[in-house]
């Protein structure tokens, strides 16, 4: 949406790189066959394409959209501004991916943040005083001094906290980089096959050596809510909430779900260039991460083509993938078809129904999509001016900038209350939200003197209540309470806007694919993880069609711009091809 309330129309696409221009080119070079085909060049899907091709198998890509990278893209919505217009943020993209794929010489640059979360009060009856703040980096005697502001138990209790958080982490690694015990092969499989699963037990096993007699802890940190197990370390709301934000952040969830625990420990268990648990701004917005996988892949041979929609999944009569059928009536015939899709639409939408089974096509219609999560893209004129941390004389960034900046977190207890008013089917009346200015870091993204802004807000329903709908009025009411409660920590901030661009939970899916808005395919709760992602006994990202295997976030391990989806698909794909 533009600044006075009309619509943007389509996005003005980035200037794009060379690999990228001669691959449109070369649409019209379509083959009628390729090894394997991959459905959507969201990161997963370009990174299945990348470690295939370098295995030898020739792979093809289709794009629904005029650009790739799914989420992880970058649009030029306002003229002179470049968004990361869904995902915003890297942190969880697995460590081999980098080196396997040789992302930095294929362009990936990154900015690292430190500090790198910045939690401004608001202190009514403090107007002779600047408010106070927390502001969170990766020195840790800085960080307790910040924390003691609030509590100096909770500034002791910190460092303890950060280990038991790590080593839970630690413990998880390598179940993400492997698929989950293939039970159906274990239990029913012949005695090759129930041999071959056992390897696939090592990661659990490795993992529970890891926790050993602190099993029981960690157990509890998954299963509770989020508020059970900070409160058994903390003190401090401000803190408390802080922390809270990165269990409940893309869920619809409050601190107070059991299980709440889990999606903050797949927030906290990602790092970059060796630092533990850090998040960074890509150069060029999100985009340029899924350019420099995709130039990765077509450096081996893979081609990708855009604006190419696969329509359906063909089908034997034997049962087994032929390829597919695109939009425009192509076919393409393949051994394999990788869906980066959800899974809502690989099965429901995109492969013929007499193929699954029902009882399997029944679980996914009831996969758990909620989402709460209304992304709000901003071009600004200036820097946000907080009165908890007022800026610079010059104007230039400070190290608050370039951190998730949370508003409305001061207290667990407005996070709850978010969450409840979207339980009611109403958009929230004090949204959770994560301001984030990559420009303060990457000045490339927005003209001289000029920022970009992530407005990452939650809880807005897919369906609201009364009978309303998200038309443009209903956006732009919902856009201006973000602003009005931004101004209140940042007076002036109105008054800087240049342009915005509102993505509610049905404009996610429509654009995106996502289903219900859901920035993960489907919820990352304890019932639809690991065993369970997407179904149970569907899990190793085949599926009960022969030939047709999920690459997307809706597989194990789950959302996030981790790669691991992908990566872990195409091994099992390789390994599949081998043994034809």
């Known amino acids: 949406m533009a600044a006075n309330g009309r619509g943007l129309g389509r996005a003005v696409s980035a200037p794009c790189p060379a690999w990228r221009r001669a691959h449109w080119e070369a649409k019209g070079r379509l083959k009628p066959e390729y090894d394997a085909v991959v459905i959507g060049a969201g990161h997963n899907g370009l990174v299945a394409a990348a470690y295939l091709q370098r295995l030898g198998v020739n ?140 390897s696939t037990l090592t990661p659990l096993l490795q993992a529970g050596r890891i926790l050993g007699a602190q099993l029981p802890q960690y157990h509890q940190v998954l299963t509770a809510p989020i508020t059970k197990v900070l409160n058994q370390w903390f003190e401090s709301e401000p803190l408390k909430a802080t922390l809270a934000t990165d269990a409940v952040i893309g869920a619809m969830l409050s601190p107070h779900t059991p299980g709440s625990g889990y999606v903050l420990l797949h927030h906290v268990m990602g790092g970059l260039e060796g ?108 820097l946000p001016d907080f009165l908890a941390a007022p800026n610079a004389a010059s104007g230039q960034p400070l ?93 002036g901030f109105k008054g800087s806007v240049v342009g915005r661009d509102i993505l509610t939970p049905p404009d996610l899916e429509r654009i995106f694919g996502l289903p219900g808005g859901n920035i993960f395919h489907c919820a990352m709760g304890l019932d639809q993880l690991y065993f369970s992602r997407p179904v149970p006994l569907h899990s190793s990202y085949r599926c009960p069609l022969r030939g047709l295997y999920l690459c997307g976030s809706g597989a194990h391990p789950g959302g996030g711009v981790m790669g691991a989806a992908g990566r872990n698909a195409a091994h099992v794909v390789f390994g599949d091809l081998k043994s034809m």
Request: charge should be negative; proline fraction near 6%; glycine fraction near 6%.
């Open 59 to 198: 792979t093809a890509i289709f794009e629904r959209r005029h650009v790739i990278g799914g989420a992880a893209v970058t649009e030029e919505i306002i003229p002179g501004f470049k968004f990361s217009r869904a995902s915003y943020l890297l942190s969880l993209l697995r460590p081999r991916i980098y080196t396997d794929l040789e992302l930095k010489k294929h362009g990936l640059r990154l900015h690292l943040r430190n500090p790198y979360s910045f939690t401004p009060m608001l202190e009514e009856g403090t107007t002779s005083k600047v408010p106070r703040s927390l502001l969170l980096g990766t020195d840790m005697v800085e960080n307790q001094k910040q924390i003691a502001q609030f509590s100096q138990k909770d500034a002791q209790a910190f460092p303890k906290y950060e280990a038991f958080m790590n080593r839970l982490a630690l413990a998880i690694d390598p179940l993400l980089d492997a698929a989950p015990v293939d039970m159906e092969a274990f239990w029913q499989g012949s005695l090759l096959q129930r041999l071959k699963s056992l």
């Open 275 to 382: 630092v533990q648990g850090a998040w960074g701004y890509v150069e060029g917005g999100m985009g340029a991460l899924s350019d420099a996988i995709a130039s990765s892949a077509t450096a081996h041979g893979a081609s990708i083509f855009t604006e190419k929609a696969v329509a359906k999944v063909q089908v034997s009569s034997g049962g087994r993938v032929l390829g597919v059928v695109l939009q425009d009536g192509s076919e393409v015939r393949s051994k394999v078809v990788l869906s980066n899709a959800s899974p809502q639409i690989t099965f429901l939408k995109l492969t013929p129904q007499e193929w699954l089974p029902e009882e399997f096509m029944e679980r996914i219609s009831q996969l758990d999509t909620q989402s709460p999560v209304t992304k709000i893209n901003v071009a600004v004129n200036r």
């Open 399 to 491: 190290p608050h900038h370039q951190c998730s900046i949370h508003l409305n977190c001061e207290d667990t207890t407005l996070l709850h209350q978010a969450f409840e008013d979207a339980m009611d089917g109403w958009p929230s009346h004090r949204p959770m939200i994560e301001l984030c200015i990559p420009s303060s870091l990457d000045p490339t993204l927005a003209p001289p003197g000029c920022h970009v802004i992530s407005l990452f807000t939650q809880y807005t329903p897919y369906t609201l209540a009364g009978g309303k709908v998200w038309d443009e009025q209903e956006r732009n009411a919902y856009a201006d309470k973000v602003f009005d409660c931004i101004e209140a920590y940042a007076p």
